[in-house]
């Protein structure tokens, strides 16, 4: 069975442009969280999406939005890109909401502004 | 909010020694700690995780010990071996209805030296 896919691997973009990463879940999995990951750091807990609906929050700026399709997959919009949001950006995907359930990782995509 | 603060941020042992990494973790409400392997340019990955009814776990060379009152939680690894070595995160998270939020340590790069 494929795992947590995320496309695209690498990404360059400018300040002030915007982008996009998409996300699919395991098979079965109906909750995709996404995390910012700087190097050197653990991961930041930016949005996690459940039945289509967003229901976690973390604390990053309204340049960032996110939302699931039906087929559970889902997309990260960064707005108005900053040298600072250079970063590994990792989607999570899990079978239910609750937090006390394993949260698998995909390879992320690497997001590189100049 | 939850803060998990992870130590040492890097370990080195000979191979055949064991390592141990600890976390502590403020919100008394979270009650689900998974730790991630990982490697240089790849995902992190699941090794083992605990949840507040159990004090330890064990998989075969793998343990994690949880002290709820201390508020500790800490990892195991026993007759390590060169192929253990990556950056190792612990995490923290509430469960029950709550949202699947996972806060991170800062990450221990564990070296094993053949």
């Known amino acids: 069975d494929a795992g947590v896919t995320q496309s695209p691997t690498h990404l360059i973009k400018t300040r002030g442009q915007q982008v996009t990463l998409r996300c699919s879940p395991i098979?079965?999995?109906?909750?995709v969280s996404w995390y910012q990951q700087v190097l050197g750091q653990g991961p930041q807990f930016i949005f996690q999406?459940?039945?289509?609906?967003?229901?976690g929050r973390g604390n990053f700026p309204d340049r960032f939005s996110a939302r699931q399709f039906p087929n559970y997959s889902s997309e990260l919009n960064v707005n108005a890109l900053l040298l600072g949001d250079s970063a590994l950006y990792l989607c999570?995907?899990?079978?239910?909401?609750?937090?006390?359930?394993?949260?698998?990782f995909g390879d992320g995509t690497r997001l590189s502004i100049l | 909010g939850e803060n998990v603060e992870q130590h040492p941020s890097t370990l080195s042992v000979q191979e055949g020694d064991s390592a141990v990494i600890k976390c502590t973790y403020s919100?008394?409400?979270?009650?689900?700690f998974p730790w991630y392997k990982q490697e240089l340019g790849k995902r992190p990955q699941l090794i083992i995780d605990?949840?507040?009814?159990?004090g330890e776990k064990k998989d075969q060379r793998i343990a994690v010990t949880l002290n709820k009152t201390a508020k500790h939680f800490s990892l195991h690894i026993t007759e390590t071996q060169p192929e253990d070595s990556a950056v190792y995160f612990c995490?923290?998270?509430?469960?029950?209805?709550?949202?699947?939020?996972?806060?991170f340590g800062q990450g221990t790069i564990l070296t094993v030296h053949p």
């Open positions: 999570a995907s899990s079978f239910v909401l609750q937090g006390n359930q394993p949260q698998h």
């Open positions: 098979s079965g999995h109906k909750s």
């Open positions: 999406y459940y039945e289509k609906e967003e229901r």
């Open positions: 919100d008394s409400a979270s009650n689900y």
């Open positions: 605990i949840r507040s009814n159990v």
């Open positions: 995490a923290a998270s509430r469960g029950g209805t709550s949202y699947g939020k996972l806060t």
